[in-house]
């Protein structure tokens, strides 16, 4: 046995570390396991702060979660910069969605009319606003929305500012990876790494992104309904920077494109979303299609230059909200299947579970997201019966 | 002064390493300098022996000379495998043009015309015969034209090989920059390095592809017309090879690109044609262009892992020829400006200038691309005059 832990933490990413972070706060004493840090969706994501533009219809509690992590962007990045010293690169730059056509135009008052009436903030431009605020933005387009508090961050800043505050804070970081739980007596008591060393500890948090459910040992209905899905962003570089200085989106021809513009003059420019497994290779196709979609809203993309093509897997779930909390496996708890919004949903993650790890609950307005919401019929998430929608 | 030579080349990408190897097989004592041999145009091209697809009207004697400098590549390939051991990836794979529609294919009948007229060997192909040729093209294209005889080699393993046998041979390569030129008594005799090093020699050869007239201390006319063309490719990888057999090229649309399929999976698209100065950026608009038209010829590219973009410098010239042969400047030679046709044009470089430096005169049929053929009115060639053409 090499050690012993209160709490141990599968996954290293952002996740995994703001759930350590927040939980050493709170006296426990944490190991983090990860052999690579930070190289899960981490590195690939855009980081977009987006509860308004990202809502979907029919998902109104995730709207309020996202609402409610994107509030404590600001403390947190206040909090790290001073503990680090370090800039995550949040900045409150709102963001605007161009609409492509006509079609898209009324979609996107329709949208704007669901938005008012959940009192977001979001207002309707015409197309020379669009311009107006965006003068790089392909001419002709019909018009748009702006949603001023709509922000982003910088992941990989980010992510580093989280492990030196997690490490400051006493949490132990282990570049091994945990192959099996070791499950006694009707509960969770530790896990074992790839060499054979034991660590045990009281409570196990799988943060494992979309790897999640590769922990041996565990009954199969525990296991979070977690699959990946493929994402790929493009990192551009201008020259100067000014291209755009919102966030801008759209959808063209039915594709969804983001462009988030950097204080540098880079720019990401996403996102696929390829039901392909766990193969991370970038594919010419996504890259081509990014390339067109994001030139047709600003066609100055063209002459940016290329830096690299990164490839995530996003940790898809059946309904797209993630599973936080406690499992039906004592000892066992889950923070993960954060889809599209896993920067997004960092802090508030963080938080309700380094409640759940210190108090045994997660705040009222987590509950909709526990694990258990699936294993009502058990069977349902069983892997060897299958469930294409996501094993 | 370090050290002394018989020839010392400025510039150690293909040609300079061809014309090393010759000169050094002849007994003369060789210095090449270059601080990133290969770094240059060699490190983007695809590496298509293509005398008969790249032929261009108006350009009869360079066909000439590319034809000659294809027929040798059988027997580099051969003798560089018994040097080194290795294989220069020399594939008589043939050359598939596919016509993109019914203009395209007028054009493509028009060229076969002329192929036919100076007796190269070239065949019209239906539709129906491209599609049994290469099953992966895009169903409906209407036609196409197969040179069987226009090749490949792989430019890297090429450059690898040839470096071998340079030194095999005794050359000595000094990753070292030459900034000057040495002239006394009205001819050159030696180059001065970065650091002050002073390296005597008879003869000095300019190699330096785009960056050729990069040589202080030498008469404005004596400088090679080369300007830079900026040339992008895709290198991209099939899990399996076998998406074509045969270089695949086209004109999409007006715009030409080509894909030449390597023996491991690997198919590299090209290539981009800029006037961009010395910028080796990557440009996003050329690589969306790329994966654009090579779809286009072939939907399967977009299931290709892309693995990188590769920017070089093509050294163009007035007409598109290279240039070859002794300058007005009394031991000053030039081996540059090969435009496309560098990587093909290395064996019949390599021997011509080989014979230059031993024998006093390039073969006859290498006259025409002699250095002087632009100064007869020197001023043409005058950078300050102003040449807007390729200065």
Redesign the interface.
């Known amino acids: 046995m090499l050690s012993s832990a209160d709490v141990i933490i599968v996954g290293g990413g952002l996740i995994g570390l703001g759930v350590a972070w927040r939980s050493a706060g709170r006296g426990l004493r944490v190991t983090v396991l990860d052999p690579s840090p930070g190289a899960g969706a981490c590195a690939a994501a855009a980081g977009m702060l987006a509860p308004v533009t990202e809502l979907h219809y029919g998902e109104r509690s995730l709207l309020d979660l996202n609402l409610a992590s994107a509030a404590r962007f600001g403390d947190w990045a206040g909090e790290l910069a001073g503990l680090t010293g370090r800039d995550i690169g949040y900045r409150t730059c709102g963001t605007v969605v161009a609409a492509w056509d006509g079609a898209d135009l009324k979609d996107l008052r329709d949208l704007h009319a669901f938005q008012r009436e959940l009192g977001l903030e979001a207002q309707l431009l015409t197309g020379r606003e669009v311009r107006e605020l965006e003068p790089n933005t392909a001419p002709g387009l019909p018009g748009g929305l702006l949603a001023a508090g709509d922000h982003q961050v910088d992941p990989r800043r980010l992510h580093t500012a989280l492990g030196e505050v997690a490490i400051a804070a006493g949490v132990t970081m282990l570049p091994s990876r945990a192959v099996s739980a070791v499950v006694s007596r009707g509960r969770v008591s530790g896990v074992r790494l790839e060499d054979g060393t034991l660590i045990s500890g009281d409570q196990v948090v799988l943060a494992g992104g979309a790897w999640i459910r590769e922990l041996d040992g565990l009954p199969p209905q525990v296991l979070p309904a977690v699959r990946p899905v493929k994402g790929q962003t493009?990192h551009?570089r201008a020259a100067d920077p000014g291209l755009i200085t919102h966030v801008v989106r759209g959808s063209v021809r039915g594709r969804p494109v983001y462009l988030v513009p950097r204080d540098d003059g880079r720019v990401v420019v996403g996102a696929s979303s390829e039901e392909a497994g766990f193969d991370t290779?970038?594919?010419?196709?996504a890259?081509?299609e990014l390339?067109?979609d994001a030139?047709a809203l600003v066609p100055g993309?063209?002459?940016?230059?290329?830096e690299h093509?990164a490839t995530g897997l996003r940790p898809g779930t059946p309904d797209n909200a993630p599973i936080i909390g406690a499992t039906d496996l004592e000892g066992l708890s889950v923070a993960g299947g954060h889809y599209r919004n896993g920067v997004l949903l960092t802090p508030i993650t963080a938080d309700a579970m380094a409640q759940l790890l210190t108090e045994g609950a997660v705040p009222p307005e987590l509950l909709a997201f526990s694990p258990r919401r699936f294993t009502a019929s058990p069977q349902s998430i069983d892997r060897d019966q299958g469930a294409p929608a996501w094993n």
Do not use: I, N, T
């Not at 290779?281 to 196709?285: D, F, K, L």
């Not at 993309?301 to 290329?306: A, N």
């Open positions: 493009l551009l290779r970038p594919r010419a196709g890259m081509y390339l067109r030139q993309v063209s002459e940016l230059e290329f093509v």
